[in-house]
């Protein structure tokens, strides 16, 4: 079946640094990915949706420039998380909408960010 | 606009026990509606989907149907086991065009006491 990885799996920085998260699509093509946040017990919140080779779409109330997307290829979309705060420790979920099926949706496992 | 809501948790059953977890949506035309499991540290599973009225998506014992009269997608499974404790969320998706988002509920937590 379709996988996407994320990685880390898990990271702690210190405040005022910058982290970035890898999602791949790993044996399918992805022109749309889809970055969410997740409170601890809380449902899945979108934050942006990233489209290869254009700028993300950024949910009403999310810091584009707090949170940059890039995605360069059919299989990679990066969240950089910049001058992070404690506030910014989160779970971060991605997604990938396989090319040949716009139906399908795979999740990444997830990423849990602390911030110290 | 289109939202999903679900019944609230936790929700706690013993193992074998008969399970239901309600879900109704507000959308216009035919969205596909899902079930997603999510198990503790994970990300998202999809665990079943349905995409036109009346369908019935099954897995792993799992049953939703598409009722577009009561425009609900009920989750049912006839005997839980620890293994099922995990947070379900029901979404729906219209699926026009690639950037359609899914729209998730806000989840439901299952404990299944052994």
């Known amino acids: 079946g379709a996988v996407v990885s994320q990685h880390p799996s898990w990271v702690i920085c210190k405040s005022g640094t910058s982290v970035k998260i890898e999602c791949r699509s790993l044996d399918f093509q992805a022109t749309t990915m889809f970055w969410y946040r997740q409170f601890p017990k809380q449902s899945l919140m979108l934050m942006a949706t990233s489209n290869e080779g254009s700028k993300a779409t950024y949910e009403q109330g999310v810091e584009k420039d707090k949170f940059l997307i890039n995605h360069a290829s059919l299989t990679l979309s990066t969240l950089t998380v910049t001058s992070a705060h404690p506030e910014d420790s989160s779970f971060y979920i991605c997604?990938?909408?396989?090319?040949?099926?716009?139906?399908?949706?795979?999740f990444g496992p997830g990423t849990r960010l602390t911030v110290t | 606009g289109n939202s999903v809501t679900q019944m609230e948790g936790p929700v706690t059953l013993s193992e074998e026990a008969f399970l239901t977890i309600n879900c109704t949506y507000t959308?216009?035309?035919?969205?596909?509606l899902f079930w997603y499991v999510q198990y503790p540290g994970e990300g998202l599973q999809l665990l079943l989907k349905a995409t036109k009225a009346d369908d019935k998506g099954s897995n792993k014992g799992f049953e939703a149907t598409y009722r577009k009269e009561t425009t609900s997608f009920h989750l049912e499974k006839g005997s839980v086991q620890v293994s099922d404790s995990a947070v379900y969320f029901c979404a729906l998706s219209k699926y026009r065009n690639r950037d359609d988002k899914i729209i998730f509920g806000k989840g439901t937590r299952l404990h299944i006491l052994p």
């Open positions: 959308a216009t035309g035919y969205p596909s």
């Open positions: 997604s990938a909408r396989d090319d040949r099926a716009i139906y399908e949706q795979y």
